[in-house]
Nanobody, 122 residues
């Protein structure tokens, strides 16, 4: 059974930093692209950052470029999202998704975690 579990969400002041972690089990991790998505109240889910299964390529939403960094450790079945210079508009539930042999699709057929809450106070 595949499990995707996020952690690291917290309440932080604007300008601060957080590092989110996502660990996947029950799948062959290095066959899966990994992505971070977020959803704020009243808004649609949006892509934040994605990384290919090899870790050699990644994509970012324009709103987080230069502030967020996605990385993965295939030996630990874990993907990270380092978030710096946080803004109030980054407040959202952050979800991790695993997609076999692809990434950044945000498909409902992906393996999704239950999310971790990030709240940025201004």
């Amino acid at each position: 059974q595949v499990q995707v579990v996020e952690s690291g969400g917290d309440l932080v002041q604007a300008g601060g930093s957080l590092r989110l972690s996502c660990t996947a089990s029950g799948l062959i991790f290095d066959e899966h692209g990994m992505g971070w998505f977020r959803q704020a109240p009243g808004k649609e889910r949006e892509m934040v950052a994605c990384i290919v299964y090899s870790g050699h390529s990644s994509d970012y939403a324009d709103s987080v470029k230069g502030r967020f960094t996605i990385s993965r450790d295939n030996a630990k079945n874990t993907v990270y999202l380092q978030m710096n210079s946080l803004k109030s508009e980054d407040t959202a539930m952050y979800y991790c998704a695993a997609e076999r042999w692809t990434y950044c699709t945000g498909s409902d057929d992906s393996y999704w975690g239950r999310g971790t809450q990030v709240t940025v106070s201004s």
